[in-house]
């Protein structure tokens, strides 16, 4: 017993004693949804992806989610969580377009914070954030309290426990922001070394009470240290918060340098950090961006996974977080800060306020960022005067509720939504009150997200993250006209007039606001054109989604008369945001090609509609243009939307739809084209000889439309029967037309082939393993083969990814195990997997 005790004593997780490490990463990215439609739009930028989050999502969140690690052959030996392993903040915003988005990947990293619980004595990696990555000590204490609270309760939803560290936006710091942390029970936080002004030995036989000057960096960020608030916290009986700093030089190797290309130069460069003093423990903590592993430095990843797992180990080091090395070596010293200081400006926090030169380059200037801090300070404060003059009719305490709104922030049900308003409801609030009450806090809310810090963070206003601030803004100015009938909005833009833009053809703020805001507002009347208008491509429920919006559909006739298409309905449209609501007619009428027109008005009466529909159906029923276009003029007035009033997605898919038949026409003459020329391409190919780009593109254009059409019918054909052999003729004659299209050095374009094949892959890969005694064949392992070997002969760039993630999924000690080693080495060689796992067999 008593050398189980000693045993247990001696351990690095109980005890302070060795090396330890700590890896954290910031994951974070702007909000970028259109406050009306709370989804993100398309991002050309960011393509082939949909937005710059789809986009690091695929290069960042998920790879550390399912790390590889990886033998000298490149095959995987295992697959790691890297977010298990280190400590992290991500973004509230972030974490609840990832739980939207990819619920695995949300899922795995829930999961990964529950394993480091259990692994570190209950102290888990994952640390709360500011909420929408406001610069604190910019803000005002009202603001600083709230961002603080909605940062902790939307920890507290999703991790399922109280959070002990809480990262500040680019590290923003001061005293009084360190005050609203320990008011809200934040233990740590971690800053740069260079944001320490002087520090001393609080205790211990070399403690003398002696300050060291340490305001260039020199601060020893091997330990903890203390931070004792400079006023005491009125009902608080703690008066410091607890600091961490990361290893400066170490960490902008990681961010800059190349350090991350391999698990050996990681931990040779961390090693040069180890003190040889003999202390009893120390801390090596690096801190970067999250999406430097992956995004930034592709296959960054990797080199983490294999790090944390074997390379830090190995070399005798305890891999652990913030809280964790906090709860076995509190600090002994005790720090003092410099005023007010950033980790990525060097002016204190200029950079998100003044021309300071931090974040600009070149000829540009940034004069912009006063104005705009200015301009939105100027809107804070009146609509602070809006909230305060109103609220009180709906809200026992108006800043309380702000406060708790988080709650519903992460729970938009109507039932969550309901138990909020009258937990704090002056008296019950009829359906317009409800709707007034959430647009005062959605107003609170977007004004608060107009501080984002990366509407300052570059080098001109006009970029996409300044024009989001100022769509927030607009929202919130909105929103304080619907509740209170009060006109902001001009003043706000003769204010923005004064921040001067560095691009010629927008001048200033003011022209941004006109041609980049306030395009972007949507109205009910817009969503239901919108409805209207794609209702003549889809068919939509009588209970339908769309956006942030519920859409009952109480009507709705459809005719068409050759070329022309007319739509009537009747809807109630529901803002799943502040409830309000729209009973709304509409008529849409589709003149073919392009030319669309499309009405909106207010429902009157049954009768009107019913006499509406009839008249323009009955206008439509002598196949004349112009006949019914007087009709819905008549009947709905001038006012009218086109195909260019759609949300971008669904405009760009009708698009694509109404381009289909022209295309479908040119495909068949390059086909017809290319079958006529077979032998002369033969011929030119024979003799080495350039094929002329006519006939070079014909061949492409036919081969790539026959291997599209192949693909498609060997997914369905698949889809309809499990069973790999049903799609082995079209596989066949996709392996012919890869050869013929190698053959004449085609380049084919197959848009959405590649994820054909993958979840063809996948799909063939769960049938295996559901049954692998049965079901890991040779002719299914062949049919699999085939699959990757096409692809590649396609140079689709098929990915392995989620095939191998299935795989190690597969790994639990309960699941079936194949009693054929030499199939199940097949298996994983196809898959990429190493040898070494056999996890297939015995």
Sequence with gaps: MVDSLSATAVTPLTTATGVYVCVHGHFYQPPRENPYLDAIERQPSAAPFQNWNERILYESYRPNAFARVLDHHNRVI???????????????????????????????????????????????????????????????????????????????????RDPEGMWLAETGVDYPTLSVLVQEGIKFTILAPSQAQRCRQMFGEDSNGDWHE???????????????LKEPIPGCDRNYIDLFFYDGPISRDMGFNDILGSSDHFAGRLGLAVRGDHRPSQLIAVDTDGETFGHHKGGAEKALAYAVTHAFPEQGWTVTNFAHYLSLCPPAWEVELKPVTAWSCSHGVDRWQDDCGCGGGGDWNQQWRRPLRDALDWLRDQ????????????????????????????????????????????????????VDALRLLEMQRHALLMYTSCGWFFDEISRPEGTQILRYASRALELAGEVAGIQLEQAFIDRLAQAPSNVDSFKNGAAIYHQLVSPSRVGLEQVAAHYAMSSLFNTYHHEQRLYCYRIHQLDYQFQRIGPLTLAVGQLDITSEITQEQAHLVFTV?????????????????????????????????????????????????????????????????????????????LDQLYTQVYRDNYGILRAFHRDHLSIPQELQVAAEIALGRRAMQIIQALEQEVDSDLSPPAGLDHLSELEATATESSHFHCYLKLPGAKQSLERLILRSLQLMLSNPTQHITEANLQWLSRLIGVGEALHLGISLDRAQELYYQFKQPEQQKVHDPLLSRILEQLLAISPVTAVLYP
């Design 383 to 434: 609509l602070i005067e809006v909230y305060e003059t109103t609220a009180p009719q709906y809200f026992q305490a108006p800043w309380a509720a702000r406060d708790d709104y988080a709650r519903v922030m992460c729970d938009r049900s109507p039932s969550n939504v309901t138990q909020f308003l009258e937990q704090h409801q002056t008296h019950p609030l009829s359906t317009s009150e409800q």
């Design 589 to 665: 009428f589709h003149m073919g090609s392009w030319d669309f027109h499309c009405c909106i008005q207010p429902f009157r009466s049954r009768l009107s509609y019913t006499q509406a529909k009839t008249q323009l159906f009955e206008a439509l029923s002598h196949a004349s243009t112009a006949q019914v276009l007087l009709s819905i003029t008549h009947l709905f007035g001038e006012q009218c939307y086109n195909l260019q009033n759609l949300f971008p997605e669904e405009r760009h898919r009708i698009m694509q739809m109404l381009s289909q038949d022209t295309l479908h026409r």
């Design 78 to 160: 295992d697959i790691v969580n890297n977010y298990e392993y280190i400590s992290f903040n991500i973004g509230p915003t972030l974490m609840s377009w990832l739980e939207r988005h990819d619920l695995e990947t949300y899922q795995r990293i829930l999961d990964a914070d529950r394993k480091s619980c259990e692994r570190l004595g209950g102290h888990g990696n994952a640390i709360a954030q500011v909420y929408n990555h406001i610069i604190l000590p910019l803000a005002n204490q009202r603001d600083k309290v709230t961002q603080v609270r909605w940062g902790i309760a939307d920890f507290r939803a999703r991790f399922g």
């Design 214 to 228: 340490v305001g260039g960096g020199q601060i020893d960020p091997t330990r903890p240290y203390r931070c004792f």
